[in-house]
């Protein structure tokens, strides 16, 4: 009852938003139309309606759950425990809450049941009426305490204002312990009262991995927190044991710090922090650096924030479409960019993966962590080194620096730990597809040894930490393809990897590998059984496995035969012909009418019990094959209905599947434009296949520095949701009559106008050869 309450109370406030918006559309600006609280019930950790900047070390974000899986914010739930500053993939640190009254150190989850002296700890309940939420900041009303918090931040730095009521018993707790996505322990750390206004500290952490505490990914989160007035005591926790007036307090486990205030009704007290990976000193450095230029003003900071944002969702504008299209658009490209985070200092120091303090030649262009590069290139990749390339070369440089210490590239740096997680090394397809497109400011020689290393050795456990590689690779070289009890989808994974390093290696000239790479790249019609016509797993000596069902037999990463039997990125075309093509616009067509009832979501996160299921990667382009099977329009048609079915626009159903820092939200953006890499964009030429656009007229505004720095439109006459088919194309006034257009046509600048229609233009794109190129079909 209570959720039909808020969702008919938010309903009510978002068609007011909209008419209001509606009338001063002209008015908006990009930012405006990101909502952070879009998709905040049931989100990653990652995902949540906090302050941060793009790729922000500091994404400060009230946490109201206990510790498990999508833990942090839950929409629904109208309380908070506290604030913290880092929400990253396996990865918290430094929580904080003010409060008034008894000092209660305790955080006891939203449902736990009140026994005597003991209440919800120091969480409080929140006027979810007076939550708000937008790019760079977040305010609620703590109606416990009668506080209202706003904060807001810079990339390593967090600003907090808290309004106080009349009190002598004012509180501000710094929580090192509390519930996070991946639970965590405290080694080892120590707060210390620097002066009356200042407090520095530490805590040395050991996050788990799948929910288990220990043994994944150490970590010291150094901070710095200042105030703008003096407090009048400070103290400390260990446990349920609190002790007053102390200069500081170390340990391990349950462990804090807080400061106490008088205070005035109305009384404003200001709060900035800065946190360091790699110590003290530079967490002071970060915040003075990052925090002084706004003095204590936090409307500069928020101002500041706000502007960052505007200036990055603006790279790309829309005109015409409806208002919760731009909503839905401007909040997917905010949400591309704020979940994934920069790991090194304002000077370039970091810790790598042997825990050795280095130095980065260039600290603009800084070190990042993230969850798996896995499958990105139909996503955060492709969105990336189109209308960022700047961040798509830092993002290289990123990954070669930890390469240059630890000898492997990363599939997603958790931290400072080689992860492991999940499958393949799809990092070399990001660092190949920005070579393709002439993102080069980075060692190319370092980047292809980097690349061939990983396709030519085994995985390790490595000397420091993790497990870096691909455990089985060799086996999969030698054999061509991986056998039971081995993964059907690692053979898929690997083959896509190497054609990516054969594309590499004929643009360097390297023959004699692009020769072995290009042959490995065909791997995955080892897995095809020409029988059932699935990829299919089978033993050493070449038997296919008994008792098949596409949807239910093992061996798939968190997926199925149905679903991986459509993964061959690089030769779609070939893919088609093996299967025979009315085959595959009849089992492609059968998924997508299923899973449409589902909203193309696995319920439960099922992943493999389902045919499409855009709640995870391995099926997210599906919609563009029906461009290699002569039937474009049915890639019209379904790619606007999972933007239809899949995306909302509220805090209950902005992404109902696993999110993964920014992947659903790219593909929504690069669909809504109309534009989709189904092989990541790795090809020698790389190419756009086209879609459905959502709007009138979208404008890529070009980077300088890498491209033209003209702009390139895509005008979609007549568009509406009925009118999402394509009847006719023109490129830069030429003719279109294939559903693909090459990556250099676009980034010299210039128009594709779609003429769209009710009905489908079943004339258009489908003849022999209209089909985007494929290994099979291209020399590329």
């Known amino acids: 009852m209570l959720i039909n309450k808020q969702k008919a109370v938010y309903k009510m406030v978002t068609v007011l938003s909209v008419l209001f918006s509606s009338t001063f559309a002209q008015q908006k600006k990009s930012v405006d139309y990101a909502d952070p609280m879009v998709g905040t019930s049931e989100s990653r950790w990652m995902l949540n309606p906090g302050a941060t900047m793009p790729f922000g070390m500091v994404q400060l974000s009230p946490d109201n759950q206990g510790s498990d899986w999508k833990a ?52 409080s309940r929140i006027n979810k009426s007076t939550e708000k939420a937008s790019p760079g900041y977040y305010t609620a009303d703590l109606i ?15 600003f907090f204002k808290f309004t106080f009521p009349e009190s002598h018993e004012g509180h501000v707790m710094f929580n090192l312990l509390f519930p996070a996505e991946y639970p965590f322990e405290v080694l080892d750390a120590k707060i210390t009262r620097v002066s009356d206004t ?103 900071a928020k101002t500041n924030a706000r502007n960052t944002w505007n200036n ?92 240059k210490y630890g000898g492997w590239l990363p599939r997603g740096p958790a931290g400072f730990e080689y992860s492991g997680i999940m499958e393949g090394s799809h990092e070399i397809s990001l660092i190949v597809s920005s070579y393709q497109k002439g993102i080069r400011n980075f060692d190319v020689n370092m980047a292809y040894k980097a690349m061939l290393h990983q396709q030519t050795n085994n995985g390790i456990k490595h000397e420091c930490s993790g497990f870096a590689g691909n455990a089985d690779i060799l086996t999969y070289a ?80 968190e997926g199925n035969a149905w679903q991986y039997t459509f993964f061959v990125p690089h030769d779609v075309s070939k893919l088609v012909n093996m299967m025979g093509t009315d085959e595959f616009n009849k089992r ?80 929504f953006v690069m669909s809504a434009m109309g534009l989709f890499e189904v092989d990541g964009g790795a090809a020698v030429k790389p190419v756009y296949s086209i879609g459905s656009p959502l709007f009138e007229k979208v404008t890529i505004h070009l980077n300088n520095n890498y491209y033209s720095g003209k702009t390139f439109t895509i005008e979609a006459k007549n568009v509406s949701n009925i009118n999402r088919y394509i009847q006719s194309a023109t490129l830069d006034g030429k003719p279109l009559t294939k559903p693909w257009f090459y990556h250099s046509d676009l980034v010299d600048g210039g128009k594709l ?10 004339n258009w794109g489908n003849k022999p050869g209209d089909a985007p190129p494929s290994m099979s079909t291209t020399s590329n």
């Not at 045919?611 to 790619?639: C, D, V």
């Not at 106008?753 to 079943?762: A, E, F, R, Y």
């Open 198 to 300: 200042e407090i520095e500290g530490y805590s040395k952490q050991q996050s788990g991995n799948w929910m288990k505490p220990g043994g994944f990914n150490d970590y010291i989160v150094h901070f710095v927190a200042r105030f703008n007035k003096p407090f009048k005591g400070f103290g400390g926790w260990k446990g349920k044991n609190i002790s007053k007036d102390i200069t500081h307090i170390e340990g391990s486990g349950d462990i804090g710090a807080y400061v106490d205030f008088d205070t005035k009704e109305g009384e404003v007290v200001l709060l900035q922090t800065g946190i360091s990976y790699v110590s003290i000193e530079q967490a002071r450095l970060n915040l003075n650096q990052e925090m002084n230029p706004f003095k204590w003003s936090f409307d500069a």
């Open 753 to 762: 106008i779609l003429v769209m229609g009710s009905k489908p233009n079943k």
């Open 478 to 557: 030698s054999l061509g393809y991986i056998p039971t009890p081995g993964r059907v989808s690692n053979t898929l994974e690997y083959a896509y990897d190497d054609w990516c390093v054969a594309q590499m290696a004929k643009s360097l000239g390297k023959t004699a590998d692009y020769d072995q790479f290009i042959k490995r790249a065909g791997n995955f019609k080892n897995m095809f059984d020409p029988e059932t016509k699935y990829m299919r797993p089978k033993d050493k000596n070449g038997n296919w496995g008994a008792n098949f069902d596409p949807i239910k037999t093992g061996g798939y990463t």
């Open 72 to 123: 942090g914010y839950e929409y629904t739930l109208s309380s908070i425990s506290g604030f913290s500053h880092i929400h990253a993939w396996t990865m918290a640190g430094l929580s904080v809450m003010p409060t008034t009254g008894t000092l209660n150190p305790q955080i006891f989850p939203p449902d736990a049941p009140s026994t005597t002296g003991e209440t919800a700890g120091h969480r």
């Open 588 to 667: 492609l067509t059968f998924g997508f009418e299923q899973s449409s009832k589902l909203n193309f979501n696995a319920i439960g996160d099922k992943m493999e019990e389902v045919y499409i299921n855009h709640g995870n990667q391995p099926n997210m382009e599906a919609a563009y094959l029906f461009n290699y099977s002569g039937k474009p329009w049915l890639t019209q048609y379904w790619a606007r209905e999972i933007m239809n079915k899949y995306y909302g626009s509220d805090p209950y159903n902005g992404w109902p599947g696993d999110e993964d820092e920014g992947q659903m939200g790219s593909w």
């Open 312 to 403: 990055l969702l603006s790279k790309i504008t829309v005109d015409g479409g409806t208002e919760i299209n731009k909503k839905k658009f401007y909040t997917n490209l905010y949400r591309s960019y704020c979940a994934r985070s920069i790991l090194s200092d304002v000077n370039g120091k970091y810790v790598d993966v042997c825990e050795n303090v280095r130095q980065l030649d260039n600290p603009d262009s800084p070190v990042f962590g993230c969850d798996a590069f896995w499958n990105t290139f139909w996503n955060l990749n492709q969105l990336w080194t189109l209308v960022n390339p700047d961040l798509a070369n830092k993002w290289v440089k990123s990954l070669l620096e930890m390469y």
């Open 144 to 158: 416990n305490y009668n506080i209202r918090a706003e904060i807001t931040s810079t990339t390593r730095g967090g």
